[in-house]
């Protein structure tokens, strides 16, 4: 067998699992795998900041299914990767952060950068490892691969030290491929019983979580429910999962990403079979209002994801995939028809209690916002967004009709993460229309990636809703009955953010007219398809402007008069 560079070997690995952009920073201690990756056929985006890389890795992944790879050097490279490493463990990511490291004959010697990143990286991954041997290497990444991908998917981190990455190695890819991955299927039993279940409750729900889209599940639901007749909810994460203008759709309950009819169809359901969903707090909020009467199934790929908030009267470890599929065939030559009762109310809930979105107001409101995205793109469109008010407002006026089309980072919640983000969906479909919505603040977090996506002519939207305060947290405070130190709007405009778009040569405009917002988004998307770079609408809204939420799915305050 032929010997060649260790680092060959590496990149011949990443092509054969699927990876064909990486997004990195180089430094010296990560320089031969870069030497080895020139003309590879693997593309590259220098980031300038490792935080953004893992970001970019992130939203390639769920975009396409597969391992997103974010590379960097030694010491600080390795730290600042640790946020999107969370951020990927949170929602179930599978990314691979490959980082390099001082001679491993001088760790212990307080070396340059030297810095023990595995054990640092442990809480937020699915296993952290540095290769002491340059033999191991094909074989760690491969199963890195494997273990990103199986189960509940989610990161890795690789640690490269500079002496391992120089060395050679016996390898041969001619012979070589990825390791199998192992579908998780359920006990024919329990599908049974949840059968049994779903055909006794009167008023039953499905609920899609995230593992929903991660397993690609979405048409196999979309059987179910209607083989059922069984209405079906959505989490913040399984958003796209099941087509908004669908009779059965049942909307999104909660105490913030929610809608009033989705929680009053909630309350009055007596059963919920929840699919690759974690239960989290902000979708549950008062749990003895959540669980109530009412039986819960609870399937996860996960089993430890099973009773970790309450125990379910049910628990079935499968993914999501496999469970609808026996689901179905346990259905095979029954009579499933269902009385359309429980439909026809959650159809009269729809229409007795919805929000309004239709406000000419000045400054503008941000429902009026959703109201013009979603008559204006196409359900093609793929969308990113964040944390902060903008999130929750998304969550409750902004429609999704396709998996892996609304993509938001649910549990962790970084600031800054849209427009690395959204650099990675791009990079992913170059074809599609890719929109982040951001709010001022968050924006200018991971700002400097602007300058990838001019770089490489990655062009995509960012509509960002400015009302020039961190307005999650002042409304918040109002809790505290304080409004202290959120108020970021300071000389007439605060950050002319349209400038800021210019410095990084895209291009932007500047919204006060609830009238001009059609005009300026059409604008956008030319724009963006002409320069193939990141054009803003920025558009500016009420100042101290108050979301829906509350601590129950039964007491959730308005604060706009509905509609």
Not at 362 to 383: H, L, Q, S
């Amino acid at each position: 067998m032929a010997r060649i560079p260790a680092m060959e070997a590496v990149v011949d690995v990443l092509k054969s699992e699927g990876v064909d952009v990486a997004f990195g920073c180089p430094g010296a201690a990560i320089l031969p795998l870069y030497h080895a990756m020139q003309d590879s056929g693997i593309d590259h985006l220098v980031v300038r900041h490792e935080e953004g890389a893992t970001h970019m890795a992130d939203g390639w992944a769920r975009t396409t299914g597969k391992v997103g790879v974010a590379i960097g050097t030694s010491g600080p490279a390795g730290t600042n990767m640790i946020t999107g490493l969370y951020t990927a463990h949170a929602d179930s990511i599978p990314i691979l952060c490959i980082t390099g490291q001082a001679d491993s004959r001088k760790l212990h010697t307080e070396a340059f950068q030297a810095v023990d990143i595995v054990e640092i990286a442990k809480p937020v991954t699915k296993w952290a490892v540095q290769v002491k041997e340059a033999a191991q290497l094909p074989w760690i990444f491969r199963e890195a691969f494997r273990i990103a991908r199986s189960g509940r998917p989610g990161p890795v981190l690789i640690d490269l030290p500079i002496d391992v990455q120089k060395q050679e190695i016996e390898w041969d890819s001619s012979i070589d491929s990825p390791l199998p991955v192992t579908s998780v299927i359920p006990s024919p039993a329990r599908v049974e019983r949840a059968l049994e279940m779903l055909r006794a409750a009167e008023r039953p729900l499905i609920l899609a979580g995230g593992g929903v889209v991660l397993g690609e599940a979405s048409d196999r639901l979309l059987a179910v429910a209607e083989r059922l007749g069984v209405p079906v909810q959505v989490t913040l994460m399984g958003k796209g999962s099941f087509p908004e203008d669908h009779e059965l759709f049942a909307g999104m309950a909660g105490i913030q990403t929610s809608q009033r009819w989705a929680n009053a169809a909630f309350l009055e359901a007596d059963l919920v079979l929840a699919l690759g969903a974690r239960f989290g707090d902000r979708h549950t909020g008062n749990l003895d209002v959540y669980r109530g009467d009412r039986k819960f199934i609870h399937v996860d790929i996960e089993p430890t994801q099973l009773g970790k908030v309450f125990g379910p009267d049910l628990g079935i470890v499968s993914d999501t995939g496999p469970f609808l599929d026996a689901l179905l065939t346990t259905m095979d030559g029954q009579d499933t028809a269902r009385d359309r009762g429980w439909v026809k109310r959650i159809g009269e809930l729809k229409t007795a209690l919805p929000r309004r979105e239709d406000f000419d107001d000045r400054p503008i409101k941000a429902p009026r916002v959703f109201k013009e995205i979603n008559e204006f793109y196409g359900e093609d469109t793929y969308f990113v967004t964040a944390i902060g008010l903008y999130q929750i407002w998304s969550g409750q006026f902004q429609r999704a009709h396709k998996p892996r089309h609304y993509q938001v980072c649910g549990q962790a919640g970084p600031l800054g993460w849209e427009i690395p983000a959204a650099i990675g969906v791009k990079k992913a479909r170059p074809e599609a229309q890719v929109v982040g919505v951001v709010g001022d603040y968050s924006f200018q977090f991971l700002v400097e990636e602007l300058a990838v996506a001019a770089q490489y002519d990655v062009g995509f939207v960012l509509i960002m809703l400015n009302n020039e305060y961190l307005g999650l947290i002042r409304q918040a405070s109002r809790g505290y009955d304080m409004n202290y130190q959120v108020d970021i709007h300071y000389d007439t405009n605060g950050s002319d953010n349209v400038k800021i778009m210019e410095a990084y040569g895209c291009s932007g405009t500047r919204v006060h007219e609830p009238g001009e917002i059609r005009a300026a988004l059409a604008w956008a998307d030319k724009e963006a398809e002409r320069t193939s770079r990141p054009v803003l609408v920025e558009i500016m809204i009420e100042r101290e402007a108050n979301a829906a939420m509350g601590a129950a799915l039964d007491s959730v305050v308005e604060f706009e008069a509905t509609a």
